[in-house]
């Protein structure tokens, strides 16, 4: 039995008196693509956001490949992480946004180097050259010195992802990335996407794309306020959900 | 979605477009009698002055003066380093305003209530008079001196203007940093980046679009603060002009003298001003605006007035 890349136990998180995670428990394997549906406001983008501690559990544990988020372990009791060292956990996690969040002020070629140059200390000559291909690999190679305001949503997305790639994660973090594209831009995205699950990439998709967690997830789970209502296979949760809570919503988004 | 069309569509059909349209333009008769109005105003005021018993005379004579040269320097130069202090203190009590520690945004909160809510004349005085306090300063082995040798007029000008201008700047350095989307910040810390290289490689830069103009206007603001310190015995161009004007015997002539110089500096600033937001303005407008030349030449074809 391996480690698995992200096992969570009866995690809770809430937002003053508002509870959003009530108790989720759920392991995500190494090399799975794994994806996350549900209604809005069910806390799925607040788990996913809990997994590279841009929210703090308040409850339960979480761990990335064996490691505590957040905290470290120590004679039985929990110390809080600093910032720098939960910034070098992050190194290892990448995170695709709804909203993209490029930086406007720096092409996609630059957007792509940034992190490994401030934060790997890579000369900038070995960045460029990563930050090349990955922007190629995602079907980008001609749009390397454009700002974020001369590229569609797409390409956005698609530069946001090299981005995250660039750090050479062993986890990726998907929080809705089509939902804020046309409808005709979401084919490129996912097609990039499928890439990843096809070498390998441990990713964690919170998606509103029925047709991609039926035809690239290996699991699957429904969330609704802020619990885990059913998981499963998702061709089997899709096609013939147990609950009625998952029927109602499949009812409506299929 | 491809729909069959024979092969003669639009490209190879000849280009035998629409007509352009022949149509009388609107005339804008009230830019005209608005223009020649606004002309015959000038002119009569520039007339009335002319005829004053003002001695138009004397400006020309020490315009280039050394004693007026030298303070026009030096006004640039409190100008510029007082507003260095501005700005970089500014940025730091932003940042310590904004700061989740109570301590700090509680210091960058108190420095700036007092440094904003008296008058900055005040300022300059305490300053010069620190030595009531202190009679001396003493940093161990490094230095020690009377207070009144220590603070000479160009200490006490750059450090009240300075200080007094850091808890303005703070404001508009907050209200800059404020503006920049979270998501920007969040990005950058999912991608492993600690806080202070957020700040400087995210954040600022993309807040600077939003703190360049009021800094602007704080700059020349701060220009024509500087005529201040002639109250501290610091001889800058109102200093010298308004020395000039005592014994030369024409002291209004010598105040329009330095206001024509303020003019000049500040016209200079504002042409700076606008090549610094052109450079921040970088990835935010698909175009960048003209330059002030490129609009010059735009405004000087006469198209512009008829349309």
């Known amino acids: ?254 | 979605m491809s729909v069959d069309i024979d092969k003669t569509g639009p490209q190879d059909a000849k280009p035998a477009g629409p007509e352009a349209i022949k149509a009388i333009p609107v005339r804008h008769y009230g830019r005209y009698v608005s223009a020649v109005l606004a002309i015959g105003i000038l002119v009569s005021i520039v007339y009335a002055f002319s005829q004053g018993r003002i001695n138009w005379g004397a400006i020309p004579d020490y315009f280039f003066d050394d004693r007026i040269l030298d303070g026009v320097v030096e006004t640039m130069w409190l100008t510029l380093l007082s507003m260095a202090i501005g700005i970089i203190g500014g940025i730091v009590l932003a940042v310590m305003r904004l700061s989740t520690n109570p301590v700090t945004s509680s210091i960058a909160w108190f420095y700036i209530w007092f440094f904003r809510g008296t008058p900055v004349l005040v300022q300059l005085f305490l300053w010069f008079n620190l030595g009531l306090v202190f009679e001396y300063i003493n940093l161990g082995p490094f230095y020690k001196d009377q207070w009144s040798d220590f603070m000479t007029p160009f200490l006490t000008a750059l450090l009240g203007l300075g200080l007094n201008e850091a808890a303005y700047m703070a404001e508009i350095c907050r209200a800059g940093l404020l503006s920049v989307d979270e998501g920007q910040t969040e990005a950058s810390h999912a991608l492993g980046m600690s806080h202070s290289k957020t700040l400087r490689r995210i954040v600022i830069p993309q807040a600077m679009r939003v703190i360049v103009p009021p800094t602007g206007n704080e700059v020349i603001n701060m220009l024509k603060t500087t005529s201040l310190v002639s109250a501290v015995q610091y001889y800058e161009l109102f200093k010298q002009a308004s020395d000039i004007g005592q014994t030369s015997g024409s002291p209004v002539e010598m105040y329009f003298l330095a206001a024509a110089w303020y003019l000049v500096v500040t016209s200079v600033l504002s042409v700076g001003q606008y090549y610094l937001e052109r450079h921040y303005a970088k990835g935010s407008t698909r175009t960048l605006p003209p330059t002030p030349f490129q609009k010059l030449k735009a405004a000087l074809s006469l198209r512009s007035l008829a349309r």
């Open chain 1, 1 to 254: 039995m391996t480690t698995p890349m992200v096992k969570a136990e009866n995690v809770h998180k809430s937002f003053g008196h508002v509870e959003v995670l009530k108790g989720i428990d759920l392991e995500v394997a190494p090399r799975e693509v794994f994806c996350l549906i549900g209604p809005s406001g069910s806390g799925k983008s607040t788990f996913l956001r809990c997994i590279n501690h841009l929210e703090q559990i308040s409850g339960g544990r979480l761990s990335v490949d064996g490691e505590l988020v957040g905290y470290r372990e120590k004679g039985g009791k929990l110390y809080e992480l600093k910032d720098s060292e939960v910034a070098l956990k992050r190194r290892d996690i990448g995170m695709v946004f709804q909203r993209f969040n490029l930086f406007p002020h720096m092409t996609a070629l630059e957007n792509v180097m940034e992190a490994p140059v401030q934060v790997k200390r890579e000369s900038k000559a070995v960045a460029r050259e990563r930050a090349r291909k990955l922007l190629d690999r995602v079907g980008l190679a001609d749009k390397a010195g454009n700002y974020p305001s001369q590229l569609s949503g797409g390409q956005q997305q698609r530069v946001a992802i090299a981005r995250a790639l660039a750090m050479e994660p062993k986890l990726m973090l998907f929080d809705e990335p089509t939902s804020a594209l046309d409808p005709e831009l979401v084919g490129d995205v996912l097609d990039v996407m499928r890439g990843l699950a096809e070498d390998g990439m441990t990713m964690i998709v919170v998606t509103h794309e029925m047709g991609f967690a039926r035809e690239v997830g290996d699991s699957l789970v429904f969330m609704d306020e802020g619990v885990v209502v059913e998981s499963g296979n998702p061709r089997d949760v899709l096609t013939n959900p147990q609950h009625d809570r998952t029927k109602s919503f499949l009812s409506k988004v299929l």
